[in-house]
Every structure is written in structure tokens, then in C-alpha cells.
């Protein structure tokens, strides 16, 4: 088990094993940001993956990120057209070719 400080408040969060981290937002925080962790041991990021635009009023239709099996896409939930649908995003090599998150 390892213990990682996130720089901003975030409901929920999960990792591939110990080279990916997702959270979802909270507060001023609206997208999907991610992390990856460098040859150093360090997690660079966080990057903006994508706008979640979720309402959060029901968990029925809160993000709850998750990635497959193989750590190359990321499925979560959002209702931003009124509904709760599920959205799988393809996840890039290097997260560094995402924008940088800043709150």
C-alpha cells in the first residue's frame, strides 16, 4: 500500500495497480483528471482527461472512474444530457500530452 497527496478535494479515486491514478471532481474541479507515474517514482500530473459535466446529485449518475483491464481506456459516468450514460475514453501513452490540470 502507498499513500499519495492529491492538491486539491476529489470524491472518488482509483488506480491501475501504481502507474495510473483517476480522480473524479469536487467543487471548482469538473473533469476526469489523471496521473502517471514516472521512472522516478513520482506521479506527474494531474492532467485534464475530459470534462465530466456530471450533476452529482445522485451516485446513480456520479463518475466513479475505472480503468479496463489493460490501463488503456477509462470508463465512468456522467448525466450531461440529462441522463445517466456510460462514456469510455481512450487513454494517451504519455498523460504529458494532455493539458495540465490547474484549479
Not at 25 to 48: E, F, L
Not at 67 to 75: A, K, M, N, V, Y
Not at 94 to 101: C, H, K, R, S
Amino acid at each position: 500500500m502507498e499513500e499519495t497527496e492529491f492538491g486539491f478535494d476529489t470524491w472518488h479515486c482509483c488506480a491501475d495497480g501504481f502507474g495510473h491514478v483517476v480522480v473524479d471532481g469536487k467543487g471548482p474541479v469538473k473533469t476526469i483528471s489523471v496521473w502517471q507515474r514516472g521512472a522516478d517514482g513520482r506521479y506527474d500530473g494531474p492532467y485534464m482527461l475530459c470534462e465530466l459535466r456530471c450533476s452529482f446529485h445522485s451516485q446513480k449518475v456520479h463518475a466513479h472512474p475505472r480503468f479496463d483491464p489493460e490501463g488503456r481506456r477509462l470508463l465512468f459516468t456522467s448525466d450531461k444530457n440529462g441522463y445517466g450514460n456510460l462514456y469510455l475514453v481512450r487513454l494517451p501513452e504519455d498523460f504529458a500530452a494532455l493539458p495540465p490540470l490547474s484549479v
